[in-house]
């Protein structure tokens, strides 16, 4: 079986785990700071502050912007359910924009029509590893002066026009084990903004600057340094997994025909973690089934559109057409691409598309 993700770890992280467990300190210690630094410096973002997920990423970012009841955050309904579920925790109202179908990322020419007065912040989420297309999302940003959550839980160490994901506005990246990088679970936020550094380290800690006085409402999102251990020993990785990752697509995107592959503007570095193509005439699910015959897995990242799940449309009373994204989940198919594939697993993931599809 080709799987469609394999995470990959070796002595270092064994080691690194070991030491926590010898060290006495388990929970939040020196190891999450080292971390944070470490991401802190691979983003070129002032600020890192380790969490236990993306989504408490998500969540605590958004708190740490002041977003609450009452407030409009414009983001991507064609996503992890968690980017739109984390406005919902803070009490505010995801706003849905249609993406671009090229690059499956927000549609920027439509951003500006869905800013109402109440509209506090834009959450681009950088699917499958591609950032979004962020000039004109931070200049809508300081035009409306609007926070920008970039919701990068796909793309660590991604870039566009030189700058890395997580770098323009508060990043949330995702830690979690089919990522390009895991610590198990866990997740990071990144910042170049002083004040959101400091109130998402009391956020994440029970609302406390000092030891048991709480001046606000906080939780435990805290990462142990287990966690922090495994994901320490991974970011040195990372660069290593993001070009066997490129590789790996640069091979299907020669090979594969019948398929639409990955459109990559001018001035990106997309980082895979997922590739993903469009298959034409509803053969879709077919070419999954028959992969699947051949021992090949693959996934549909992502079958519902946020807008049309249930508790979207019967518990929320959302009631919205996004064209785009309705025919981008009918459409995609994402393939085998994680670093642990040999040559002769790519092979058999191109032989067996070019048979299927005729060509
Ligand atoms: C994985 C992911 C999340 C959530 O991250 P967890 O670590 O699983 O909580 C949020 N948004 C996107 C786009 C993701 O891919």
Do not use: W
Not at 177 to 204: F, L, Q, W
Not at 234 to 247: M, P, V
Not at 334 to 347: G, K
Request: glycine residues 8%; contains cysteine.
């Amino acid at each position: 079986m080709i799987n469609m993700a394999k995470p990959v770890m070796g002595p270092e992280e064994k080691q690194a785990v070991l030491e926590v467990l010898d060290s006495g300190i388990i929970a939040q210690g020196p190891r999450t700071k080292a971390f944070e630094d470490a991401f802190a410096q691979m983003c070129a973002a002032r600020h890192a502050i380790a969490t236990s997920s993306g989504t408490t990423a998500l969540h605590v970012a958004l708190l740490a912007h002041k977003i609450g009841a009452g407030d409009e955050v414009i983001t991507s309904a064609f996503t992890f359910i968690a980017s739109a579920n984390s406005v919902l925790y803070v009490g505010a109202r995801p706003v849905f924009v249609d993406i671009d179908p090229r690059t499956f990322n927000l549609d920027v020419s439509q951003i500006e029509a869905a800013i109402t007065p109440r509209t506090k912040a834009i959450m681009p989420v950088h699917l499958f590893g591609l950032v979004s297309d962020m000039d004109p999302i931070m200049k809508l940003a300081e035009k409306y002066n609007l926070a920008v959550i970039e919701d990068a839980c796909q793309s660590h160490g991604a870039t566009y026009r030189g700058t890395k994901a997580g770098a323009f506005g508060t990043g949330a990246f995702s830690l979690y084990p089919t990522k390009n990088i895991t610590s198990g679970e866990g997740g990071m936020i990144t910042t170049n903004d002083d004040a959101v550094n400091e109130a998402c380290r009391v956020i994440r800690n029970h609302g406390m600057r000092v030891r048991y006085y709480h001046d606000e409402l906080g939780f435990n999102f805290r990462m142990t340094d287990i966690h922090a251990a495994i994901g320490l020993a991974q970011i040195g990785k990372l660069d290593l997994f993001n070009r066997k990752r490129q590789e790996n697509a640069a091979f299907y995107n020669a090979h594969l025909k019948g398929v639409t592959t990955p459109f990559v503007p001018e001035g990106y570095g997309h980082v895979y973690h997922q590739y993903t193509v469009r298959v034409p005439d509803g053969k879709r699910d077919t070419l999954r089934d028959y992969l699947k015959e051949q021992g090949i897995g693959s996934e549909v990242y992502y079958p519902v559109p946020i807008h049309k799940q249930k508790l979207y449309t019967q518990e929320l009373g959302y009631n919205q057409t996004l064209p785009e994204t309705e025919k981008a989940a009918l459409e995609v198919l994402s393939l085998p691409v994680h670093p642990s594939l040999s040559q002769a697993d790519l092979e058999t993931v191109v032989k067996a598309i070019n048979t299927f599809m005729g060509a």
